[in-house]
């Protein structure tokens, strides 16, 4: 299967400044990949948003029974408040990737907007 970008309209109404409507027109697709690798019958098992003191180390419970390795891509703020448990993935033979450092949302006033900035 051959990749296909996805279409979508929407609606907007200038009186409210608000996307009132939105339509998928055609679903993206990606490629049907078979088989990456050399290695046969192998997955990669990704953990986000964590670590999370709650779920993580029961996750590394499991994957160390298991002995299975797996991906965890941390936030960097749940990551400053949790160094023993990037220590234990560390340990542990996992891999780490920061996902991003904290969420930014952006919002301009209507008066802010009126000024054209």
């Not at 051959?2 to 490629?31: H, M, Q």
């Not at 690798?37 to 709650?54: E, N």
Request: proline content about 6%; hydrophobic content about 35%.
């Amino acid at each position: 299967m051959c990749p296909k970008n996805g279409v979508r309209s929407f609606n907007y109404d200038p009186a409210t400044d608000l996307f009132t409507g939105e339509k998928y027109e055609a679903i993206p697709l990606s490629f049907d990949i078979e088989e990456l690798g050399g290695a046969k019958k192998k997955l990669v098992i990704s953990f986000d948003d964590g670590p999370d003191r709650r779920w993580t180390p029961k996750i590394l419970d499991i994957l160390k029974e298991k002995n299975v390795p797996g991906v965890f891509f941390v936030v960097g703020e749940a990551a400053n408040q949790a160094p023993d448990l990037l220590k234990r993935e560390y340990n542990e033979g996992h891999e780490i990737g920061i996902t991003r450092l904290h969420t930014l949302i952006l919002t301009k006033s209507r008066a802010h907007r009126s000024n054209g900035s």
